[in-house]
């Protein structure tokens, strides 16, 4: 939070075009629904420096509830931060203009030739690739948290309830929500 006050207050205003421009390379980047993630994390909070590490997290939580695709509700998120509605506009429009015309044309392309092997091989590439980025962006998103024991158990627990227990996100978010809020309450009063 300091780091991005220090930058409201010193006058450093984001562009629209920025915004726009980012956006659009975390959807070209961010091949599948995960990979948009790693991207938006990678260029919002490392590469520009306009969120910290915190306020990532803290959007990727609040975009856990919203309905839609948690990468949209990131550029909505991200762009409301940096520059309000018109930021909204720029961060959602770069995510959305180009890669929908570039993905409906590949979709239609790749559906007419669904049924060959080797198509069938490269997607099945591409997924596992995917879900490797997810994995680490993760863990990324977990360092910060890892000298904290309930946050490690937490992050666990969900894991554990969705790879193994087969369990829906909504259900796993929705359970773990009052305990994780009870455990972070009785940590709260204990650091008094």
Not at 105 to 118: E, K, N, Y
Not at 156 to 170: S, T, Y
Request: hydrophobic share 55%; aromatic share 6%; glycine share 16%.
């Amino acid at each position: 939070m300091a780091t991005a006050a220090k930058r409201e207050h010193a006058g450093e205003v984001v562009s629209l075009g920025a915004l726009f421009a980012a956006f659009l390379k975390v959807s070209l980047f961010g091949v599948g629904g995960g990979g948009g993630l790693v991207w938006a994390r990678r260029i919002g909070v490392e590469q520009h420096q306009w969120i910290t590490e915190g306020e990532f997290a803290d959007i990727v939580s609040l975009c856990q509830f919203m309905p839609g695709p948690n990468i949209i509700g990131i550029a909505v998120c991200t762009g409301a931060r940096l520059r309000g509605a018109r930021g909204t506009l720029a961060a959602v429009a770069g995510f959305l203009l180009i890669p929908w015309v570039v993905g409906f044309t590949l979709g239609v392309a790749l559906l007419q030739h669904a049924h060959l092997p080797v198509l069938r091989n490269i997607l099945g590439g591409l997924s596992a690739a995917a879900a490797g980025l997810l994995i680490a962006t993760g863990i990324r998103m977990l360092m910060p948290h890892r000298g904290r024991a309930a946050a490690l158990i937490f992050a666990g627990l969900a894991f554990g309830l969705m790879a193994v227990g087969k369990l829906p996100l909504l259900l796993v978010l929705f359970g773990l929500l009052p305990l994780s809020i009870g455990v972070a309450g009785l940590e709260h009063r204990r650091a008094r």
